[in-house]
């Protein structure tokens, strides 16, 4: 079985400040996993995805995130907030052989002027 | 890119009809599509994973007589709410998987807002 744990359900940074959302993942065979980020009344947009090969993701809009097995942890990071970056973020795995997501309870955002 | 497109946007309703909406892979073949229900200020909610030519396969708890699934071409899936009721009210997200892509990656459309008065 997965799971997947998002520790806290809201995040406030300033802007300019480092952002870390932080995702911990449960999987009894090897996981992909995947950052996405909703905006107000729209549906998902890949951030990025780990699929086995690099351990350090970059995705879109600067965000990265790093494959930690050890730790079983997938956190999301950017160097620099930005007030666009304000929104809900979501994690979620699978394994190879289903489409099937486990999403995490997701992260809300919050960039301070 | 993958381009999952939803239709209509958002639509409002009367108690007691019917509503349908589209879910459609714009580029690429959709052997498998997901509808999901989110409710506001929370994570997605799987209702059920259809399979084109096949009947959906339905999540615990979720009334399949009520909410109809029809995966009838690689690129079309429908939801139908039947019978809506003000507690159906929600943002409903579908998404698909590319029968080409090796990655289990699901592509996500932008999303149905159905309001039942």
């Known amino acids: 079985a997965q799971s997947v744990t998002q520790l806290g359900s809201h995040v406030s940074v300033s802007e300019g400040a480092l952002v870390l959302l932080r995702c911990n993942y449960s999987?009894?065979?090897?996981?992909?996993l995947f950052w996405y980020v909703q905006y107000p009344n729209q549906g998902l947009q890949l951030l990025l995805k780990?699929?086995?090969?690099?351990?350090l993701v970059k995705g879109i809009n600067g965000f990265e995130a790093e494959f930690k097995k050890s730790e079983t942890s997938f956190h999301l990071t950017k160097p620099s907030a930005h007030m666009s970056d304000a929104a809900e973020y979501f994690c979620a795995v699978t394994t190879s052989g289903t489409y099937k997501y486990i999403f995490g309870t997701g992260t809300r955002l919050k960039v301070l002027a | 890119g993958a381009v999952v497109s939803q239709h209509p946007s958002w639509v409002i309703c009367k108690s007691g009809t019917s509503v349908k909406i589209e879910c459609r892979s714009l580029d690429f073949q959709a052997t498998t599509m997901f509808w999901y229900r989110q409710f506001p200020k929370q994570s997605l909610m799987l209702m059920a994973t259809s399979n084109e030519g096949s009947k959906a396969t339905y999540e615990q708890g979720v009334e399949k007589d009520k909410f109809l699934i029809n995966h009838a071409s690689l690129t079309l899936s429908t939801l139908t709410v039947t019978s809506a009721h003000p507690e159906d009210s929600s943002f409903y997200i579908c998404s698909a998987g590319d029968s080409q892509e090796l990655l289990n990656e699901q592509f996500f459309g932008p999303g149905t807002r159905l309001t039942v008065l």
């Open positions: 780990y699929t086995s090969a690099a351990t």
């Open positions: 999987s009894s065979v090897p996981p992909y």
